[in-house]
């Protein structure tokens, strides 16, 4: 059993000052390889030792999905935040402007349901059944996908995601996320593969690595 993890898409202190290199080296090399490590001895000899990481996502439940939401979810983490994080263009602002009227108002809420999600999980962008984009939270592992759902961005708001930068202060956190690292290229490549009918990212196997990050942007370059 090989359950690889995709590289960082950027260097571990490239999210400075909003997420501290210390933050992530704890948070990629520790919990995020915890799960995948986990995830490995959970599965070995098992039948769903060689399906995908959506699979399991999807049909799971117990340690299993836990850990292979956890997984998953890191993952859809680092791709959707981004140095400098870049603004929403073309479909993708369309999108935000038809489900909130403007990008100012879908920060708020997300910022709002980030913020006051209580206990460990995420907070979600997501397209929902209807096609319209909502602002979601999820307890611990929970991801989208499993109510139908496709997920747009997420924010990690376990204590691990900050404490170490802002100990108990998450609106702090989760202000700079939301305002400075989004990257909502990453938010409109998930929007296109939702509407035409495409897998979610990340496309990983448990027994292999997940596609690079460059694999998978499309035309959008
Ligand atoms: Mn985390």
């Known amino acids: 059993m090989n359950v690889v993890l995709p590289p960082l898409p950027y260097a571990k202190d490239a999210l400075e000052p909003y997420v501290s290199g210390l933050t992530m080296e704890v948070h990629y090399e520790k919990h995020h390889r915890g799960y995948a490590d986990k995830l490995r001895k959970l599965l070995a000899g098992k039948p769903e030792e060689n399906a995908s990481l959506d699979h399991l996502v999807r049909t799971t439940e117990g340690d299993v999905f836990d850990n292979a939401a956890q997984v998953w979810n890191h993952t859809f983490f680092w791709y959707s935040l981004r140095p400098g994080g870049r603004a929403p263009q073309g479909a993708m602002l369309a999108a935000i402007e038809r489900s909130f009227g403007d990008l100012a108002e879908l920060q708020k809420q997300l910022a709002e349901v980030a ?24 307890r611990d592992a929970e991801n989208p996908l499993r109510g139908g759902a496709r997920p747009i961005l997420t924010i990690d ?19 700079g996320v939301v305002e400075n690292l989004l990257d909502w290229e990453f938010a409109a490549e998930n929007l296109r593969r939702a509407t035409c009918g495409e897998d979610p990212l990340p496309e990983a196997d448990v027994a292999g690595a997940a596609r690079p990050r460059g694999e998978t942007r499309g035309e959008e370059g």
Do not use: K
């Open 157 to 175: 708001v376990w204590e691990h995601a900050y404490y170490l930068d802002y100990l108990n202060d998450r609106a702090r956190y989760v202000r």
């Open 115 to 138: 913020t006051g999600h209580f206990g460990s999980g995420w907070a979600w962008l997501v397209l929902d059944p209807r096609d319209r984009l909502r602002v979601v939270s999820t």
